[in-house]
């Protein structure tokens, strides 16, 4: 009986209790600052958050399919400074994003292939990928910020109404992959081959080209993710995105991805990082420094990573 009654509440919190920790978490900043709960203050952490929430959307579908790319922060910031380069050449933003996006593609793509077709881990892979990426930024920018940014900044810091267009971007986002999830034969490919691969290459599922895929669908959310952030911050800086992988990763594990692949969902993914945000802002009301959050961020993350572990052994 006692046992019934721990696995009703394992089940409870594993359904809900992500939304009862965001609930604190908004009490806990209310409470830090009288003016948290305001509509502008929430948008601002809402558009300060969309990065990383997108992000953590290409993490998911990867994650989904039991895979992860540790560069994403390197693919990220060549996306979005490619995208800005772009632009400003030819002075279309549609151009500029295009070309951004035709990147991510291109860095999914070949990370996809290597995982999938010559299986080597992708953790390894992205790895790899990360320091080939951040090396290349490098020598094309000779270590500098490209501050020649027109009105690229429209992306990040522009308004449509009341509403700021990297929230716009990111509900669009989130839209988009909770359908592709929960309605689309590519999502249920994603949970078959992530659950138990063998058993998907049994039900005839081309698991190699499925995975080159998730890396795909995560090339296009990274390179938006980079355009975002580029265009809020107005500058290329090379080193844009360093260590937003993490925090991705972080994100959809808090939001119920596991780290073993066939569960994930796009709203628990948007909670946890919005989570994450929460915590950058109380350590920012409290007044802690930056290499502190820094510690705080790696405790969650290992504390994640231990939940999703128990889980499963409890599972299985």
Not at 74 to 93: D, E, K, M, P, R
């Amino acid at each position: 009986m006692n046992k019934t009654k721990g696995m009703s509440f394992t089940t409870f919190f594993n359904k809900w209790g992500i939304y009862i920790i965001l609930l604190l978490m908004i009490i806990i900043s209310a409470i830090a600052s009288p003016n948290f709960l305001t509509v502008s203050n929430i948008l601002s952490v809402l558009r300060q958050s969309t990065p990383t929430i997108i992000l953590a959307f290409a993490a998911m579908f990867l994650m989904i399919s039991g895979n992860m790319d540790l560069g994403a922060g390197a693919g990220l910031a060549f996306s979005g400074i490619a995208a800005l380069v772009a632009y400003t050449s030819s002075g279309s933003l549609l151009v500029g994003i295009l070309f951004g996006c035709v990147c991510g593609i291109i860095i999914g793509i070949v990370n996809g292939v290597i995982t999938a077709y010559l299986a080597v881990p992708s953790f390894i892979v992205t790895l790899a990928t990360d320091m080939i990426i951040r090396g290349l930024i490098m020598i094309y920018t000779g270590g500098q910020a490209i501050t020649e940014t027109d009105n690229f900044s429209v992306i990040g810091q522009g308004y449509a109404g009341p509403i700021p267009i990297p929230i716009i971007i990111m509900v669009v986002l989130l839209i988009i992959s909770w359908f592709i999830l929960r309605s689309t034969t590519l999502g249920r490919k994603f949970y078959a081959i992530g659950g138990n691969a063998e058993a998907a290459k049994a039900a005839c599922i081309n698991v190699k080209a499925a995975i080159v895929q998730s890396y795909m669908l995560a090339g296009v959310l990274t390179a938006i993710s980079g355009i975002v952030l580029i265009s809020r911050l107005n500058s290329g800086s090379p080193t844009a995105g360093d260590g937003y992988a993490l925090d991705a990763i972080a994100s959809t594990v808090i939001g119920g991805s596991s780290l073993n692949g066939g569960v994930g969902t796009a709203t628990g993914t948007l909670v946890g990082a919005i989570i994450m945000g929460l915590i950058s802002n109380i350590l920012n009301l409290m007044g802690i420094q930056s290499y502190v959050q820094q510690v705080v961020k790696g405790v969650i993350i290992i504390l994640a990573v231990i939940l999703d572990v128990q889980s499963k052994k409890k599972k299985s």
